[in-house]
């Protein structure tokens, strides 16, 4: 059973288009995160959310709008896309509550969706 | 504030022989540290992960890491490298973010190369 799922794997699109990232866990965690992965293996935390609240949202352009359905579900929405947008996007997810002292739970990571913007 | 730094951006061993891979950090907060790896064109997976219990903490694949505080680090080592620990790995710090949620910080990652 896949713990975090995202779809799709690959995504291949126009600049100015839009498009949709899903990502769905199965772990029962009530926090969800996205990650953009560049090139040199950077990876950068974009959004995070506690049972469907917004955490964090790091410097990231309007254009990139995180929706959580419900705390299984975290999607990712990229408006206008342009040729820097190219990049692997994962979704991770964990149990962050009880709240501990320390600095939580581990993250469990989807397959990645590999965008790539013509 | 929090930051990581990966020493090394690659590493390159022998089959056979040890792998040591550094990791510094910087943290306000007691933080939580842990390791990741990713294979390629992999999401990325749990080695290990150090919260204030015992100072060396046993992962998979036989690594292992040591947390130093005076040294504030936490670097990666496993006695016999194997050509499947080919990857990429990460030391990342977490502390509380408050209002009861954590920001992980990941290092810029290693690339650990392995010969036969």
């Known amino acids: 059973d896949t713990a975090v799922s995202q779809t799709p794997k690959y995504l291949v699109t126009q600049m100015g288009n839009d498009k949709s990232i899903k990502c769905e866990q199965n772990l029962g965690h009530d926090t969800m995160y996205w990650y953009k992965q560049d090139s040199k293996k950077f990876l950068k935390i974009m959004f995070s959310y506690n049972n469907k609240e917004l955490i964090i949202n790091e410097t990231v352009p309007n254009r990139f709008s995180p929706k959580s359905p419900d705390k299984a579900h975290l999607n990712l929405h990229i408006n206008s896309l342009e040729l820097g947008d190219s990049a692997v996007y994962f979704c991770?997810?964990?149990?962050?509550?009880?709240?501990?002292?320390?600095?939580?739970?581990?993250?469990?990571f989807g397959p990645g969706t590999r965008l790539t913007v013509l | 504030a929090q930051s990581v730094t990966q020493l090394d951006s690659h590493v390159s061993v022998s089959e056979g022989t040890p792998v040591l891979l550094r990791c510094n950090y910087s943290?306000?907060?007691?933080?939580?540290l842990f390791w990741y790896v990713q294979h390629p064109n992999k999401g990325l997976q749990l080695l290990l992960k150090y919260t204030s219990a015992a100072t060396l903490v046993k992962g998979i694949n036989g690594f292992e890491a040591e947390f130093k505080k005076s040294e504030t680090s936490f670097h990666l080592t496993k006695p016999s490298a194997h050509m499947s620990d080919a990857a990429e790995y990460f030391c990342?710090?977490?502390?509380?973010?408050?209002?009861?949620?954590?920001?992980?910080?990941f290092g810029r990652g290693t690339s650990l190369i392995v010969h036969p």
């Open positions: 990342v710090v977490s502390a509380p973010r408050g209002g009861g949620s954590y920001i992980p910080t």
């Open positions: 943290s306000s907060y007691s933080p939580s």
């Open positions: 991770a997810s964990s149990q962050d509550l009880p709240y501990r002292d320390d600095g939580g739970n581990e993250q469990f």
